[in-house]
């Protein structure tokens, strides 16, 4: 059993890679940096299913085990174009800045047309705490990125923007979704 602690309680911030290739480097441990994630948060979602005894009229005696679906909602406080390329599915370099630009179209050449998968441009995504031998950090494995649901781009004078993002974790080729603890135990 553990002690209370204050020291252990989790308060942090943390950045975001894509693609990290090894954990033991420092940030962005060998990926492309996207930025620092803000409010964020994790669910996880398991499906099971109840095994209900009829002998005892119905009552819920055990459960199988089914899978899970994780998801992480947050939002970029900072953000560059490998964020912006990485997040949303039609960009295009622009033509005077030579920055990222979104692009919103169903139709075009290079654009990503209505019907195709997303998982199309799915990546290893690890978020990074600024604490790695204190807080934990979460390496999804093959994390689908979205626009979060309610997309909203906020900006006010009195309170620093922010980019609402959403990865949803799908099973890698060895059936992994996502790992969360300290990253010197962690591997990829």
């Not at 990926?31 to 099971?48: C, R």
């Not at 005894?53 to 899978?67: N, S, T, W």
Request: with cysteine; proline share 6%; glycine share 10%.
């Amino acid at each position: 059993m553990s002690l209370a602690n204050t020291r252990n309680l989790w308060r942090f911030t943390a950045a975001i890679c894509k693609s990290p290739t090894n954990l033991a480097t420092a940030f962005p441990h060998g990926g492309d940096a996207l930025g620092i994630i803000g409010d964020f948060v994790f669910t996880s979602e398991p499906n099971n299913v109840s095994v209900e005894a009829e002998e005892y009229g119905g009552v819920v005696c055990d459960y199988v085990r089914g899978g899970e679906k994780a998801v992480i909602t947050g939002v970029l406080r900072t953000w560059d174009d490998d964020a912006i390329s990485a997040i949303f599915p039609n960009t295009a370099t622009g033509s005077g800045s030579n920055r990222q630009l979104i692009k919103s179209q169903v139709a075009g050449s290079g654009m990503t047309k209505p019907g195709k998968l997303a998982s199309a441009g799915s990546f290893p995504l690890l978020i990074s705490s600024d604490a790695p031998d204190h807080n934990p950090s979460l390496l999804l494995y093959n994390a689908i990125p979205l626009i979060d649901t309610q997309v909203r781009l906020s900006s006010s004078p009195a309170v620093e923007g922010g980019l609402a993002v959403a990865f949803h974790a799908a099973p890698d080729d060895e059936g992994k979704l996502y790992h969360m603890g300290l990253l010197e135990d962690m591997s990829l």
